[in-house]
């Protein structure tokens, strides 16, 4: 079953987690995986880096094939020794429209990371710079936190981590997680009347400002 341009949307305003259960637990990235930049949440269609532990040249490359609205997913072996991106990689990717990046490896300039408002995740964080020599593979299925990511694929990440949907299945997933977000939403309803709230803490918080800053002019 084939995607139509709305589906994108509304996996976007899904929960995270709800997606995953509608994959029957599957596709969920490990919890090494997690969000550099709280409250923001990620989007849009994988844009997919193969390269060498600790080494960033091929993510240097992928910048220049990068289009607006796509997540930059990096699949860097799990090293966290050496940051694979920093403040400069990502200042050039928002510059991009780039609408969020996924790094499985390590990053580093946090503050930067977050005060330019592009979400990011990553297993770790260090000061410890990448080589740049390569080798690497661009637009290629990757491995990333014990899920594969193919070019295309929608990449979805809030505070509770990151979820991958194959291409092909988003219109049925996107049914399902909202089947599932509506039943949970009456529970909630139920449980915050019984609380004496007027309504349910929200699960999610900001979306990205990236693509907007990185528009063209």
């Given at each position: 079953m084939t995607d139509s341009p709305d589906v994108l949307r509304r996996l976007a305003a899904l929960p995270v987690a709800n997606v995953g259960d509608a994959m029957d637990r599957l596709n969920v990235c490990q919890s090494v995986l997690r969000t550099m930049c709280p409250?923001?949440?990620?989007?849009?269609?994988?844009?997919?880096?193969?390269?060498?532990?600790?080494?960033?040249?091929y993510i240097h490359k992928a910048l220049a094939g990068l289009e607006p609205g796509q997540i930059l997913v990096v699949s860097g072996g799990g090293d966290i020794d050496r940051a694979l991106i920093g403040e400069l990689i990502a200042g050039r990717a928002v510059a991009k429209g780039c609408a969020g990046i996924v790094i499985d490896g390590a990053v580093r300039d946090v503050a930067v990371l977050q005060a330019?408002?592009?979400?990011?995740?990553?297993?770790?964080?260090?000061?410890?710079?990448?080589?740049?020599d390569g080798p690497g593979e661009l637009d290629v299925p990757v491995a990333v936190a014990d899920v594969v990511v193919r070019p295309g694929d929608y990449v979805l990440g809030d505070d509770d981590g990151v979820?991958?949907?194959p291409?092909?299945?988003a219109a049925t997933v996107v049914a399902r997680a909202e089947d599932k977000q509506r039943q949970e939403d009456a529970k909630r309803t139920e449980i915050a009347a019984q609380l004496g709230l007027e309504a349910f803490p929200p699960?999610?918080?900001?979306?990205?400002?990236a693509p907007a800053l990185g528009a063209a002019p």
């Open positions: 409250g923001l949440t990620l989007a849009g269609p994988a844009y997919t880096v193969r390269t060498r532990p600790g080494d960033n040249l330019l408002g592009i979400p990011v995740f990553a297993r770790a964080v260090t000061p410890a710079g990448p080589y740049k979820v991958v949907v291409r092909e299945r699960r999610r918080l900001t979306r990205s400002a």
